[in-house]
């Protein structure tokens, strides 16, 4: 199975700052990754596809780069509804699997 | 709109089985797999199987093996998800998800595995 490890675990941040979440798969999957945002109580929400590109709706703020086994989810400038958890996702072979997920929470 | 509609909470016992159903809509049923996903508290997000609509064909990670089976009804868009042989460490919320880019998620359904 592909192995995903994001870091960090937990990240603080405030309003305004620019966050940088890293993902690293245990082999190359091209550019076959998803980003997620899960807030408590809900299901989690596709922010990133394919690596690069922003899910339709997503804020501009958000951007996804990367390919082969490194990958960064970037917020520009954080805003209140972004703490939340972030998980990113590689389907380029079954079985997919997620990283662990990251914590962004207000400093 | 798109959306997918997951069968209510359940509370089995340990040795059961549990089945969750997943109605879509929106959409043509059959252009998109349906992926199982599940999530115990406070934890991370497991995937755990996918089925083909259209197909039939499925598949499921290892560590579902003989105890998960992934159906789909086209004459009404509904996937299902059936768990056997249920312990304390199933109880998660098992979400159904369309699609290989998952960018639609069902509500999500509370499987509680307690005696």
């Known amino acids: 199975d592909i192995q995903m490890t994001q870091s960090p675990s937990t990240l603080s941040a405030s309003v305004g700052d620019r966050v940088t979440i890293a993902c690293r798969a245990s082999e190359s999957i091209s550019n076959w990754l998803a980003w997620f945002q899960q807030k408590p109580g809900s299901a989690p929400k596709l922010l990133v596809f394919k690596a690069i590109s922003l899910e339709s709706g997503v804020p501009s703020r958000f951007s996804g780069s990367g390919s082969g086994t490194a990958f960064t989810l970037t917020i520009s400038s954080l805003q209140p509804d972004d703490f939340a958890t972030y998980y990113c996702?590689?389907?380029?072979?079954?079985?997919?699997?997620f990283g662990q997920g990251t914590k962004l929470e207000i400093k | 709109q798109v959306q997918l509609l997951q069968s209510g909470a359940e509370v089995q016992k340990p040795g059961a089985s549990v089945k969750v159903s997943c109605k879509a809509s929106?959409?043509?049923?059959?252009?998109?797999?349906i992926n199982w996903v599940r999530q115990a508290t406070g934890q991370g997000l497991e995937w755990m199987g996918w089925?083909?609509?259209?197909?039939?064909?499925?598949g499921y990670a290892q560590k579902f093996q003989g105890r998960l089976i992934a159906t789909s009804d086209t004459s009404i868009d509904t996937a299902y998800m059936e768990l056997s042989s249920l312990r304390s460490e199933d109880t998660a919320v098992y979400y159904c998800v369309r699609g290989g880019d998952m960018n639609y998620w069902g509500q999500g359904t509370l499987v509680t595995v307690s005696s």
């Open positions: 996702q590689q389907y380029y072979r079954y079985p997919y699997t």
């Open positions: 089925i083909s609509p259209s197909r039939g064909s499925r």
């Open positions: 929106g959409y043509t049923f059959t252009r998109y797999d």
